[in-house]
């Protein structure tokens, strides 16, 4: 096809204006835009997907709770009629700091400034074994693909004659103890408990074993004691075991071992341990080693005038932050509504100002009526009301008006009929085939597959 | 794993009642359920999915109006609370007649009595490039595919230098005037209309043709002449170029010629020309040409006293069909209504009543307050109100009240704000390659791809 090749320049129209070009269209990159002041510049958005993933509800639609259109936006949507706007679905390669280009599957993009908003990626911690065999939950494929593979267990179990392999299909190990780890292990908790023993009598649903493996000594690390320990005690209430202060070593497609020598047999590993920086290679300059470049107080990544990171993909340390800043939502959106205001002033010679997060509060739900808020440091609180707010909270960041909607009636669906409306195994998930151990070859069972 | 293998029987409890297996979850097999008295026979029911799908509105989830859960019903939780009821996800390979069993890919099972509502699939009429390079609008996955494609097509638009790949891009062809192809015709009038030039502003969506193409010489050949010519009055109004009494010919994934030699270069062929029974191998008898098993007035597969066909996958021909029924909806769910009646009241030994088809209408939409509607044969209109019957009446026959629901709000949306909220490409559609023309060796030049 006549497309332009990677290395011809992306069509894009001329302008006067000064070209900002964004890679990334998540919550740092969406809320720059909105507010980027779009008669002073021209934007090219790229992002690999026509649309904006709302993550933190990505567990709902890995537990069949939601679809995804209920959390995706699609990003033409978000700025239609806007002027100077060009959005192009790509995937950035390597950034070309001399000749302020970006190079892309689809072509070479030159820039004037860059607003690198990339986000940030699963980390396996360089495990190829998780990387291959668990169940990531970063992009609207993961969550469908984990939601396939739930249903599918239970569509296998129904089958097993063998115990063990009945028992294999019905455990669950998540590892990270973090809100994503938390929420998944309480929204399985909630199909074990409301939705599955209806769709499958034949099963008995208390052999249903959901483990958490956490490497801290403590749930939701980032969050206080308190909300660490009520979100504990919820989580057993759905009978979830939980091992605090355990790292998962290995797991071969079919047994994950801890590192205390426990072995679970399960299908189905949640990798919710850790995230890194989506950092693109190209520039000469200082990556921190969780992949995030490093940026100064105006989020300018170092040495560089015009270009910028924002959000997961951008460590800004300072006294309160001498890591960086948490890699939360929150941040990305504050970073990117404040350089939005930096550049829109620069050509009034407004002086720039420096980066400080004001944090909020943090949340995480467990199931129903369950949650922990934490509220400006100072309110933490749990139960029907941290839920609700919860709720609150997630409708009012969710970006488009449709979304909310959406969201709100499959939550009140939900709510009132302990039902899980998206059960659905669209494309079955074909997992890649673990290496089976040589056999000794005395050994001649054969096993029925 | 040890789970059965394909020659071991599947694993269902012992149960004194005669086990009926059904094969097929769709508009028959269901309501041959719903009807079934649960106290008199063990029911199986085998479907390679693990949802019902809500087949007539399919375009709607390929023209991004419609997530599949609007339209995919769950089929565990349609039998939630039966008793001696069992569901298998399973593909039947084989009906061994002489022993009373179906052969799967997740083993065999014993039938007392066999029940095939297998439905039918899209017939390409034996041309391999048609089938590998078209889109069939059977399933949810092909929807699914179907946006992906419309999507990425304009994705790739935008980037094209070249006008003639831009046009390529920007064509639709869509074989077959029957109602599913009138009705993703009008679909993809409406996206040109109204949504894709806020979406694609630097596109001339003007360029964005749709061309349909029946063999006949008038559209919706199975409703009136009345019909036929409203609907193809409206389609105008979309500017969807028509073409009947033409044949597509070849498509070699790049250009689409019809049997007078005329072309039309384009990525997407939706094929809507035609379905043939999935009628499924191994049974020692009739087969239609269009692959439907024969069957007599109460359903029953020749020859045999306790395997019946039901819907599409049965040709019950008689004076007023001597083809057999028409392959639609309200055919299988009556067949489905009498074969369950019939086997109920076999005990008390009552008399089987012979199939008898009441034509309740037909119907046809293009889009918004445009539709055609035909009423027990008498009654034709179209418009606004023929509209509202068409949304009325698929609102009643889907099956879960969470679809109803989720359908209404959708439609009220799509309506009022003249969006679709679904184009998400969410699994980016990667078509298999078409082979290139061989060039001549003189012929230097390199095509970028």
Redesign the interface.
């Known amino acids: 096809?006549?497309?332009?090749?990677e290395n011809?320049e992306?069509?894009i129209?001329q302008s006067e204006l000064p070209r900002v070009v964004v890679v990334g269209g998540g919550f740092g990159g969406l809320r720059f835009l909105k507010k980027l002041d779009s008669s002073k510049f021209q934007v090219v958005l790229l992002d690999r997907?026509?649309?904006h993933t709302f993550q933190p509800l990505l567990y709902q639609v890995a537990t069949a709770g939601l679809?995804?259109?209920s959390i995706?936006g699609?990003l033409?949507?978000s700025f239609?009629?806007r002027k100077n706007f060009?959005f192009?679905?790509a995937t950035v390669n390597r950034i070309d700091e001399k000749n302020q280009k970006v190079e892309t599957n689809?072509?070479t993009l030159k820039y004037d400034r860059l607003v690198l908003a990339c986000g940030s990626l699963t980390n396996f911690f360089g495990n190829d074994e998780f990387e291959h065999k668990s169940f990531p939950l970063k992009q609207?494929?993961h969550a469908?693909n984990l939601r396939s593979q739930i249903?599918q267990n239970f569509?296998?179990a129904?089958?097993?004659?063998?115990e063990n392999?009945m028992q294999r299909l019905m455990n669950y190990v998540i590892v990270g103890g973090g809100p994503t780890g938390v929420e998944v292990a309480g929204a399985l908790g909630e199909l074990k408990q409301h939705v599955l023993p209806?769709?499958?009598p034949?099963l008995n649903l208390n052999k249903m074993q959901i483990y958490l493996v956490e490497g801290q000594e403590r749930l939701l690390g980032a969050m206080s004691e308190y909300s660490g320990k009520r979100a504990f005690d919820y989580l057993k209430k759905f009978d979830v075991n939980i091992y605090v202060g355990k790292i998962v070593k290995a797991f071969d497609g079919e047994i994950v071992t801890l590192n205390d020598g426990m072995q679970i047999p399960t299908e189905t590993l949640v990798w919710a341990a850790g995230v890194k920086g989506n950092a693109i290679s190209g520039l000469t300059l200082d990556i921190t080693p969780d992949k995030r470049f490093k940026v100064d107080e105006y989020n300018r990544v170092a040495d560089f005038e015009n270009i910028y990171a924002i959000g997961d993909v951008a460590s800004m340390a300072n006294k309160e932050y001498p890591k960086g800043h948490p890699m939360l939502a929150p941040v990305a959106i504050q970073q990117g509504e404040l350089l939005a205001k930096n550049l829109n002033g620069m050509k009034k010679g407004k002086p720039w100002e420096a980066f400080s997060y004001t944090d909020k509060g943090t949340m995480a739900t467990v199931g129903r009526n369950k949650a922990v808020t934490e509220l400006l440091g100072k309110f933490k609180f749990g139960g029907f009301l941290a839920w609700l707010t919860w709720m609150f909270v997630h409708l009012i960041l969710i970006v488009e008006f449709?979304n909310k909607?959406?969201i709100f009636?499959n939550w009140l669906?939900n709510y009132f009929?302990y039902?899980r409306?998206?059960?659905?195994?669209?494309?079955p998930f074909v997992k890649a085939k673990a290496k089976k151990k040589e056999k000794p070859k005395e050994d001649k069972e054969v096993?029925?597959?």
Chains 1, 2 share one sequence.
């Open positions: 096809m006549n497309m332009v090749g011809e992306i069509k129209p997907y026509n649309y679809e995804p259109d995706a699609p033409r949507k239609q009629n060009y192009r679905m689809i072509g609207v494929p469908l249903l569509e296998k129904v089958l097993m004659t063998d392999e209806k769709d499958f034949e449709r909607i959406v009636g669906w009929t039902d409306g998206t059960r659905l195994i669209i494309r096993l029925v597959a």
